[in-house]
């Protein structure tokens, strides 16, 4: 009996600087009843689901930043996800700015399962500037805004698979694959908020969606692992944000890849024991080389020549 679930990516078009938290809430609920009458058991969420992608800007207005950050999860707000997952019987990885008790600000993910927190994830690779650069066209200020995660890259036995989850810019480091993949992983759930152009780096822009698919595509194959990798997408504040939305096979084949830059739920009936003959082709046990990878985490910039 082949072990099948139906996921879907849970695209989000834009969400303005103003809008409501309870309209987005309105559009993610309305993504949830439609995968639940599609037989939908998992949705994955973009990362920083709920508010507009704010580090475009350099916020000093601390109540206006302090507006795109949730102190409690589930809050009176989103418990209404909380909610529809314990009705409907559906699952989700959602993307948010988390704020902890001492004041800490970390890009968070959660997998939620039947309205419970099942797992939790910090963003390990923060991309961008730590501070305003008046000299960029395009300002990325996620690390001044943010910490780097402290939960590690964990994975978590839920819907009868194992789970891992990333975020955006970790999707073009391989280690943060591999870590997941040397615990097993079968299905990586990973939200992001890309441009669709840089500005600063235009001979990249025809290439934009290729940047974004191979280092999945690649990641999967190698790990053999499912993953299912959604976008908030579209014209967000006058910014093009790449949609693309996917579900990469463990062949590394994308099944199933976003049509619009709009709310879009894409969904596919997953086999997840289609990782086993990939696991199986790349051994593990029988053929890494771990003692010939010491420069991986002894070196952290390219150095001399060993
Ligand atoms: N959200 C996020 O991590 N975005 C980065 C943009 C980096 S380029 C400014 C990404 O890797 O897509």
Redesign the pocket.
Known sequence: MPRLITVAAAQLGPIGRKEPRSSVLQRMLMLMERGATTGCQLLVFP??ALTT?F?RWHIEDEAELSAFFEREMPGPETMQLFEASRRLRISFYLGYCEQTPKGERYNTSILVHNGDIVGKYR?I????NPVYDPSLK?Q?L?RWYFRDGDLGFKTFDALGSRVGML???D??WPESFRVLGLQGVELICLG????AQ?PDMPEQNSLRVFH?LVPMQAAAYQNGTWVVATAKAGREEGCDMMGSSCIIAPSGEVVALSYTLDDELLSCTIDLDMTTAYKKFFDFGLYRRPECYNLIVERKAAGNPI
């Open positions: 990362e920083m992608f580090p963003k690779h923060v991309p961008g395009l990325h996620e975020i955006c810019n999707r073009r992001y908020n890309s441009p840089l974004h």
